[in-house]
């Protein structure tokens, strides 16, 4: 195989540096702007076991991205906490030449059990999906009737393991709008960054409405009229969120921006579905099975090759069209559910 080199570029001189991996794509969640019940109901037909990716294929494929210059792993779902021995994923991972941070999605509810064992088994971050601190709103928004309570626990399990943990919220007007500040406040108090995520037309099921989208300006402004904020550089090249601090302290804040501020230009990341499609955008229409690959006994390097031809190929700048074209230039997009945000 091929020794490690300088990251791979793609048309646009972007490198790779991060690769997403969707375990699997159930959740115990329904948030509406993720996996709507009325279309993930109890007769969906999710992926049977056989076709997700075992973890053997996973670290083989992690390892073959290291090469191209991965860095940075995040394990993603669906829920990936529903996914049996994910400790062991963690490990197997965390033994890759070249792979110097490893983060989970998560939407907590199941945190608490597992925070511990995903810490020793090399997890350095989690990443917490958390939409409102009101019970009845959250409530009305993961379509399940979990509590926030339950959440919360996840969040303090974690600290408590030693892991660090970011808080992402997806804002909806007339949902959840109302929550931004509750939200901002408790955060800065318990000391965790809190990312605050345009409301995005990811997929084709979550009845996405431009109307829906709360901007960043608009986040920002209601923060900093009662609690001051002062713009930061970004921590490295290729990181989504707008960074600010609350004046005269180290607290730190976030705005995820892809509706009104794209990103796509300094876009750093390949994602993996759990049945081994590659994805080179989170807005990508089709992806290219690996999976079939692996199971056909072909060597790393014919791998290795086909990985980096899809890279080296890529295109994609979808946010930078949204915000150009008076129309949605992709009609037909991959469930978010399917590999992960």
Same mark, same amino acid.
């Given at each position: 195989? %091929?020794? $490690?080199?300088?990251?791979?570029?793609?048309?646009?001189?972007?490198?790779?540096?991060?690769?997403?991996?969707?375990?699997?794509?159930?959740?115990?969640?329904?948030?509406?702007?993720?996996?709507?019940? %009325?279309?993930?109901?109890?007769?969906?037909?999710?992926?049977?076991?056989?076709?997700?990716?075992?973890? %053997?294929?996973?670290?083989?494929?992690?390892?073959?991205?290291a090469v191209g210059g991965v860095e940075k792993i995040r394990i993603t779902g669906g829920e990936p906490l529903l996914r049996k021995d994910l400790s062991r994923l963690i490990k197997m991972i965390k033994a890759v030449d070249g792979i110097k941070?490893?983060?989970?999605?998560?939407? =907590?509810?199941?945190?608490? $059990?597992?925070?511990?064992?995903?810490?020793?088994?090399?997890?350095?971050?989690?990443?917490?999906?958390?939409?409102a601190l009101d019970q009845e709103?959250?409530?009305?928004?993961n379509g399940r009737q979990f509590s926030v309570k339950r959440v919360l626990e996840g969040i303090d =399990?974690? %600290?408590?393991?030693?892991? $660090?943990?970011?808080?992402?919220?997806?804002?909806?007007?007339?949902?959840?709008?109302?929550?931004?500040?509750?939200?901002?406040?408790?955060?800065?108090? $318990?000391?965790h960054i809190l990312r605050f995520i345009e409301y995005m037309d990811v997929g084709n099921t979550n009845g996405w409405d431009l109307s829906q989208v709360v901007s960043k300006r608009e986040i920002l402004a209601k923060i900093h009229k009662e609690m001051p904020l002062k713009p930061t550089d970004?921590?490295?090249?290729?990181?989504?969120?707008?960074?600010?601090?609350? !004046?005269?302290?180290?607290?730190?804040?976030?705005?995820?921006?892809?509706?009104?501020?794209s990103f796509c230009s300094s876009c750093t990341?390949?994602? !993996?579905?759990a049945n081994g499609r590659l994805y080179t955008c989170l807005f990508a229409s089709e992806g290219t099975d690996l999976r079939d690959l692996l199971r056909e006994g072909v060597d790393d390097q014919v791998v290795l090759e086909r990985i980096h031809q899809i890279w080296s190929g890529r295109e994609d700048r979808y946010s930078d069209e949204r915000l150009s074209a008076t129309h949605l230039p992709r009609d037909q997009k991959v469930e978010m559910s399917f590999i992960g945000g």
């Open positions: 195989m %091929e020794e $490690k080199q300088v990251y791979w570029k793609d048309r646009l001189g972007r490198p790779l540096r991060d690769l997403r991996i969707s375990v699997t794509d159930r959740c115990n969640f329904r948030c509406r702007y993720c996996m709507p019940a %009325e279309v993930f109901g109890p007769d969906y037909a999710f992926l049977p076991r056989k076709e997700l990716l075992t973890f %053997e294929e996973i670290t083989r494929l992690v390892r073959l991205f941070d490893i983060a989970l999605t998560t939407n =907590a509810s199941l945190l608490a $059990k597992h925070a511990v064992l995903l810490k020793d088994a090399g997890l350095d971050r989690v990443n917490v999906s958390l939409d709103i959250f409530a009305r928004m =399990a974690a %600290e408590q393991a030693g892991l $660090k943990v970011k808080v992402n919220m997806v804002v909806q007007r007339g949902v959840n709008d109302g929550q931004i500040l509750p939200m901002a406040h408790y955060f800065r108090e $318990k000391g970004p921590n490295y090249y290729g990181e989504v969120a707008n960074r600010y601090r609350y !004046l005269g302290t180290d607290q730190e804040v976030g705005v995820i921006a892809s509706v009104t501020d990341r390949a994602r !993996l579905s």
